[in-house]
């Protein structure tokens, strides 16, 4: 796998669209499920790049056609969500509010997102492009491409 070809501007558009996306509706689900007030839902843009890079590396190395990258992306975003959620509201966690394990099992069996869920990232994923669009200009999907050449030389 090449993961240069990833790094192209509109697939770092479509990467991040997709990323935040899957983000955004994970923290909601998290926030439904606990009543939780004072979250931001904006992702990290270098997290979400280095995110979207490690799980390109690791799939490579799986070197397995029958993994759909966009499956993989959206729990890995979930995942992160989970990470950031937990980290916000420890205190949740040691109430036993929310229980996070079974959350993370939910991801990696490929069952959290649900159909409601997925309508969502649906029935908004174009108003995503279209924010991106506006952020990953020629001059940073440039600037992002040489970052990543220069991951791959180490």
């Known amino acids: 796998m090449n993961?240069?070809?990833?790094?192209?501007?509109n697939e770092i558009i479509n990467k991040l669209?997709?990323?935040?996306?899957?983000?955004?509706?994970t923290l909601g689900n998290l926030i439904s499920i606990t009543n939780t007030?004072?979250?931001?839902?904006?992702?990290?843009?270098?997290?979400?790049?280095?995110s979207i890079y490690e799980l390109l590396k690791d799939l490579r190395t799986l070197n397995d056609?029958?993994?759909?990258f966009d499956e993989e992306l959206k729990?890995?975003?979930?995942?992160?969500?989970?990470q950031y959620f937990a980290n916000k509201n420890l205190q949740i966690l040691k109430n036993g509010d929310i229980?996070?394990?079974?959350?993370?099992?939910?991801?990696?069996d490929g069952i959290f997102f649900n159909e409601a869920m997925q309508v969502i990232c649906?029935?908004?994923?174009?108003?995503?492009?279209?924010?991106?669009?506006?952020i990953i200009t020629d001059k940073l999907a440039?600037?992002?491409l040489k970052s990543i050449q220069e991951l791959e030389k180490n």
Do not use: T
Request: no cysteine; hydrophobic share 40%; aromatic share 10%.
């Open 3 to 9: 993961i240069e070809k990833h790094f192209q501007k």
């Open 17 to 25: 669209a997709k990323y935040e996306l899957f983000y955004q509706v």
């Open 37 to 50: 007030k004072d979250i931001d839902y904006e992702i990290e843009f270098q997290l979400a790049l280095g």
């Open 65 to 68: 056609d029958s993994i759909s």
């Open 75 to 82: 729990k890995q975003a979930a995942m992160d969500a989970v």
């Open 99 to 108: 229980k996070i394990e079974d959350i993370v099992n939910h991801i990696n």
């Open 122 to 134: 649906d029935q908004n994923i174009e108003q995503q492009r279209s924010k991106w669009k506006e």
């Open 142 to 144: 440039n600037a992002i």
